[in-house]
């Protein structure tokens, strides 16, 4: 005859019982973690925002952490604008969650025109002011998203003062890990990178112009940039993109206002 001890319940008493002791050290651990894991975020974007406009090359080797950090404070200034207006609002763009707030309805809006299959808009967009060693104005860097091959792919476009021309356009994370280094992951290649140093946003008329192509005329053009071999779909990720963020729905009354003086 059984013994108590080797009784069902007991078993499951036992069992629940160690479900409940690891629940408690991950959620402890968790929490523990969470701001050092969001410091470690937010490091990661600041290297890359470096990196974007030219002040920091994470090629050539590990960059520390006070680098990043004392780079950054020097001479990148990150704010938010409102992206239904281009115009400047309060907050710490520093710590602002776009993502979050893309996720609310009350603090977001759904694109008519969703061709980066981004879903919802933050109301708010950061933008990051670069300046020089005399506090003159030399990059802006807005950033970017979009869905490419799997997954989505978030970048950071560096433009000089005059809004127009290309410094950089620098992507770091594929969310979900989908583009792979031989197909999506090409636009992190140095070569192709290297493509978009020069070329200009607009054209004469102030018309979005910039054009992911495999037309070699086109693409020899200052409006124009090689399309990824093989990774059609990561390109034309790109294109939508840009068309995108630098669209109506995106950065382009902030854009239109910039160019106007309001940077100044």
Not at 143 to 166: C, H, I, Q, R
Request: aromatic share 10%; hydrophobic share 40%; charged share 25%.
């Amino acid at each position: 005859m059984a013994s108590n001890k080797d009784s069902f319940g007991r078993t499951l008493f036992v069992v629940v019982g160690l479900c409940f002791i690891c629940s408690v050290f991950v959620s402890t651990a968790a929490v523990l973690l969470k701001p050092t894991q969001q410091e470690n975020k937010l490091l990661d974007k600041q290297k890359y925002i470096l990196e974007a406009a030219g002040l920091v090359d994470t090629k050539s080797g590990e960059v520390s952490k006070a680098k990043i950090l004392e780079t950054y404070d020097k001479y990148v200034e990150a704010k938010l604008v409102d992206l239904k207006s281009g115009d400047w609002v309060e907050g710490n763009a520093d710590t602002f969650d776009t993502e979050k707030a893309a996720r609310t309805l009350e603090t977001s809006f759904k694109p008519e025109h969703d061709i980066a299959s981004v879903k919802r808009v933050a109301n708010k967009g950061v933008v990051y002011l670069v300046r020089d060693d005399a506090g003159t104005l030399q990059t802006v860097i807005i950033p970017v998203k979009g869905y490419g091959l799997w997954s989505t792919m978030y970048a950071f476009l560096a433009v000089e003062s005059d809004l127009n021309t290309v410094r950089s356009l620098v992507y770091y994370d594929f969310t979900g890990s989908g583009e792979t280094p031989g197909l999506g992951g090409e636009v992190q290649n140095p070569k192709w990178i290297a493509k978009w140093k020069g070329k200009k946003l607009y054209d004469d008329q102030g018309n979005l112009a910039i054009k992911v192509t495999k037309n070699p005329a086109v693409a020899e053009s200052v409006h124009g940039v090689d399309a990824l071999s093989g990774a059609t779909l990561t390109s034309n990720g790109v294109q939508h993109s840009l068309d995108f963020w630098l669209g109506k729905e995106g950065f382009a009354r902030f854009l239109e206002k910039a160019r106007n003086g309001g940077l100044s």
